[in-house]
T-cell receptor, first 117, second 114 residues
């Protein structure tokens, strides 16, 4: 069966420090991968998504970046965190290639709660 | 421009009543998919129901049904016989190609009253 793990679950970082959130999917190949951010009590903002290794689409210009060094690994990074980067970060995957009967349903990780002080 | 609009920030509903959560969307892609997810206070995201743009019938999953009105670009979630455990945040989402981008609305917080 497929599983998704993201870590760390919780972190507190000072302004200006770097960030690395990691997400790994197991039990499937060539998944679509996504990073979302949810501010407190708000909706999910799509940050990045990837349909293959080295293919990253950025949705919101900001100080965050994403990389996909391996087929089932998705990393969210920042060189210098801002206060506004605080939030709940969710990694998700879906079956790649949804032109058929796949719905494209997202499977979410447990989330990473980031507090920037 | 907002592509997924959920106009109800919060709703209070009596237990056992039916509830409709509104969602409108905007896309020029003829092939798209619509989803509803539930997020309890624990933060996990729970998939509820899916509707494809070419599906002729409204999707149903147990107590959940999706009222899909393509011409109006609306995809409302209907929960029949609400339960206390239905209290949560509900998100409408849309997948549009190419690239399988999936975007979410701002959500509706549903409170079920005993």
């Amino acid at each position: 069966s497929q599983t998704i793990h993201q870590w760390p679950a919780t972190l507190v970082q000072p302004v200006g420090s770097p960030l690395s959130l990691e997400c790994t999917v197991e039990g499937t190949s060539n998944p679509n991968l996504y990073w979302y951010r949810q501010a407190a009590g708000r909706g999910l903002q799509l940050l990045f998504y990837s349909v293959g290794i080295g293919q990253i689409s950025s949705e919101v210009p900001q100080n965050l970046s994403a990389s996909r060094p391996q087929d089932r690994q998705f990393i969210l990074s920042s060189k210098k965190l801002l206060l506004s980067d605080s939030g709940f970060y969710l990694c998700a995957w879906s079956v790649g290639g949804t032109s058929g009967r796949h719905t494209g349903e997202l499977f979410f990780g447990e989330g990473s709660r980031l507090t920037v002080l | 421009a907002q592509k997924i609009t959920q106009t109800q920030p919060g709703m209070f509903v009596q237990e056992k009543e039916a509830v409709t959560l509104d969602c409108t969307y905007d896309t020029s892609d003829p092939s798209y998919g619509l989803f509803w997810y539930k997020q309890p206070s624990s933060g996990e995201m729970i998939f509820l129901i899916y509707q494809g743009s070419y599906d002729q019938q409204n999707a149903t999953e147990g107590r959940y049904s999706l009222n899909f009105q393509k011409a109006r670009k609306s995809a409302n979630l209907v929960i029949s016989a609400s339960q206390l455990g239905d209290s949560a945040m509900y998100f409408c989402a849309m997948r549009e190609g190419p690239g399988d981008k999936i975007i979410f609305g701002k959500g509706t917080r549903l409170h079920i009253l005993p």
